[in-house]
Structures are given as C-alpha cells and as structure tokens.
C-alpha cells in the first residue's frame, strides 16, 4: 500500500474534497492541517512543498515519492497506480 | 449633472499627496502638482477603502488596505486595467479648484 | 456584523469587479456559501478576507496576491484553469465547475 499524505488547510474546500475521495476509496491517508500547526511545523512543510517545486497552494498531497497540487482525481489515481 | 463643484483652495493643498475632499458629499481625492490637479474617486475598487491614506509614488497610489494600485493619471488599476477608479476633470479658478462631478 | 450578513456583503463586494474580470460566483451554491463562509470568518479573525486555500506567509506583499478576489495577481494561472484556485470565481461561460481541473500554476503552460 502506498503512502499517502494529505496537506490541507482547514479552510480549503478542494483539501475537504481531496480527503473525502481517500476515505471513499478506502484509501488510508496522513492528513495534517498546515493552519493547525505551529510556526516550526509550517515551516517545515512550506519547504517540503517548495522542495517538491510547488508554491503555498493547498491541498498538497504526496504520494509515496510522487507530489501534486490541487484536487485532481485523475492526476491522484495516476499516482496510485504508479504509471 | 457634469457641473463644476468647489472643492478646495488650491493653495491649501499639499503638493504630491493625496487629500480628500467631499463635493456634495461625494468622497473625492485630489492630487496638486503644481498648478496642475488631479481628481478621482475616493474609494478603492477593491473593498471602497478610502484611498486618501495610501501612499502616491510617482503617478502610482496604493491604498492602504490592501496594496491596490492606481495610476492617478487615468484611474486605472495596474494589475488589471479592465478595473478602476472615477476620474474627474478637475481645473483652477481664481485659486480655486473645481472639479466637475 | 453576522457571518450571513457579511457574506452577502462580501458577495455584493466582489460582484462587479471579477465580472469586468470575465469571471462570476461559482454555479455551486453549496461551495460558494462554503466558500464565502471562510472568507467572512478569516476576515473577522484577520481583518482580512484572505483566499481560504493559500497559506499566509510573513511578507506583506506576498499575502496582499490572496486577497480576495485575487484573480488579477495570478491572472494566467486561473485563466488556464478557468476558475480561481478556491473555486469562489469561475470563467463566465462554466456552468458545470465540478468538470473543471485544478492545475498547480507551475504545470500551466
């Protein structure tokens, strides 16, 4: 099972959506609100996403080694699947 | 309607900085340079703050609220010409300004 | 304020000035209401409606392109997007947003 790993913002609606299409796939997944955590934390992930060659838009998400930005259920399954 | 209202004396007004002013109540900004006066809307197309607080560099006013920016030649939004503020014709009469609203 | 009053402000606000921008409210009414709702709520915690779906950084004139409307900082992005990043504004002619794509701005050609 591939690791997947949700960074969201609390106020985002694509970071809701992003999760509810992991939960009905049954699909288990990390989820960690950026807006929640303390300023260390928000840093670290703010470099990971610039890292991953992304800006500060949400939802991120990573799946094992592979990044994306926004909701986008194609590009997500893409990701699963491996191809 | 277009008619030539007093606003202000012009030599009460600063050079290069934005004052407000309120023909018939309306919130106008004006703007001398020299024996030249500039007249515009004096609320910003973004969220109606008044524009007067801002900062003018050059031809550029940038409202306080939130960084908008104005060419106070034509009104005109930088970051989207499709917006911008009312300009009016403003001229000086007997050291007076008016400007037609 | 209310949040409900504030919202319709918001929405009254904004209206005029991404239609000359060629956009309008999302379709969707439960995810513009969403959507409103946060801005009103991050306005009253910040005095700010900053977009719900961008993180705020310490550099004002950074945060000052998410401000609501926000689409003229990040015009070509959501042109290729058709829609803005948060989904409150879409390109005139979408009736169906929920057929649109989210496009990270550095994947739009």
């Avoid at chain 2, 801002?54 to 917006?83: Q, V, Y």
């Avoid at chain 3, 921008?21 to 709702?37: I, R, S």
Wanted: aromatic share 10%.
């Amino acid at each position: 099972m591939k690791k997947v790993t949700i960074y969201a913002l609390s106020t985002c609606l694509w970071c809701r959506k992003t999760k509810k299409y992991f939960e009905e796939k049954k699909i288990p997944f990390e989820a960690v609100d950026y807006d929640k955590q303390d300023e260390e934390k928000q840093k670290a992930m703010t470099a990971e996403m610039k890292a991953a060659g992304f800006n500060c838009s949400f939802p991120f998400v990573r799946i094992d080694g592979e990044c994306t930005q926004g909701f986008d259920p194609a590009e997500f399954d893409r990701m699963l699947d491996g191809k | 309607m277009d008619e030539a209202i007093e606003a202000a004396e012009l030599e009460k007004l600063p050079e290069n900085r934005p004052h407000a002013v309120f023909p018939l109540g309306l919130p106008v900004l004006l703007v001398r340079r020299g024996a030249e006066v500039y007249a515009l809307e004096n609320r910003c197309a973004h969220m109606g703050c008044p524009l007067s607080g801002g900062t003018l560099d050059g031809n550029t006013l940038t409202c306080p609220c939130h960084d908008w920016r104005f060419d106070i030649r034509d009104g005109k939004f930088l970051d989207a010409p499709e917006i911008g503020l009312k300009v009016y014709h403003a001229e000086i009469r007997g050291g007076k300004v008016f400007v037609r609203i | 304020m209310s949040v409900e009053g504030r919202k319709k402000a918001l929405r009254e606000l904004f209206a005029p000035t991404v239609d000359r921008l060629g956009y309008k409210f999302t379709p969707n009414d439960e995810d513009a209401d969403f959507l409103l709702e946060q801005l009103a709520n991050i306005e009253a915690e910040t005095g700010v409606p900053y977009c719900p779906c961008q993180a705020r950084s310490k550099d004002r004139a950074a945060d000052m392109r998410m401000v609501c409307p926000c689409i003229p900082f990040h015009r070509k992005h959501y042109d290729a997007m058709r829609r803005c990043w948060c989904g409150l504004f879409v390109h005139k002619d979408v009736t169906d947003p929920d057929s649109l794509r989210q496009i990270p701005e550095g994947r739009v050609k």
